[in-house]
T-cell receptor, first 115, second 117 residues
Framework: AQTVTQSQPEMSVQEAETVTLSCTYDTSESDYYLFWYKQPPSRQMILVIRQEAYKQQNATENRFSVNFQKAAKSFSLKISDSQLGDAAMYFC????????????FGAGTILRVKS | GAVVSQHPSRVICKSGTSVKIECRSLDFQATTMFWYRQFPKQSLMLMATSNEGSKATYEQGVEKDKFLINHASLTLSTLTVTSAHPEDSSFYIC?????????????FGPGTRLTVT
């Protein structure tokens, strides 16, 4: 079964600094998608970044970038120039056709940003 | 684009009563909608997958008779919590998948906080 592991329950970062959130997953499939979602205090889920497994190039979205290591089944999120508005719960998620295209979420990492 | 709404945003009901939560895709059609449950500081737990015009598929351990799901149109799915009890108090989130999209992207609603007293 597909599992997604986020080993950092909480992380802290100073404003303007860089932080990396870790995520590993377990799958036997070769074609899948990986996501990072942000859930701020409003609890609205917001898609931060998406990575297709067949693409070797790491996805980037402004200050957010990923380090996708397919062989190691690792998918970390780097947030550069952290801002107060980045404070949220971050979920790593996996999706594949073989699992009915349903999202499998990790346990989440609470990110605190210090001013 | 791709906006999903939920109504109500929060609801308080008495133990033993039923409560209905609506999930609507506002600017796209969704053949598939998903219902999640989330406890404080925990992850989203998929409860069921709702397909327009057919019966919902429930995840293991989710009581079908407790959580009734209806997906009557391409823009509306409802979750009814029947005979609610305090342990059903939680945050319920729906998401919808665009029928025309090839990416199977899910768009999330803002959630509904249910409190059973």
């Amino acid at each position: 079964a597909q599992t997604v592991t986020q080993s950092q329950p909480e992380m802290s970062v100073q404003e303007a600094e860089t932080v990396t959130l870790s995520c590993t997953y377990d799958t036997s499939e070769s074609d899948y998608y990986l996501f990072w979602y942000k859930q701020p205090p409003s609890r609205q889920m917001i898609l931060v970044i998406r990575q297709e497994a067949y693409k070797q190039q790491n996805a980037t979205e402004n200050r957010f970038s990923v380090n996708f290591q397919k062989a190691a089944k690792s998918f970390s999120l780097k947030i550069s120039d952290s801002q107060l508005g980045d404070a949220a719960m971050y979920f790593c998620a996996y999706r594949s056709r073989e699992y009915g295209n349903k999202l499998v979420f990790g346990a989440g990492t609470i990110l605190r940003v210090k001013s | 684009g791709a906006v999903v709404s939920q109504h109500p945003s929060r609801v308080i009901c008495k133990s033993g009563t039923s409560v209905k939560i609506e999930c609507r895709s506002l600017d796209f059609q969704a053949t598939t909608m998903f219902w999640y449950r989330q406890f404080p500081k925990q992850s989203l737990m998929l409860m069921a997958t709702s397909n327009e015009g057919s019966k919902a598929t429930y995840e293991q351990g989710v009581e079908k008779d407790k959580f009734l799901i209806n997906h009557a149109s391409l823009t509306l799915s409802t979750l009814t919590v029947t005979s609610a009890h305090p342990e059903d108090s939680s945050f319920y989130i729906c998401s919808a998948r665009d029928v025309l999209g090839l990416s199977y992207e899910q768009y999330f609603g803002p959630g509904t906080r249910l409190t059973v007293t």
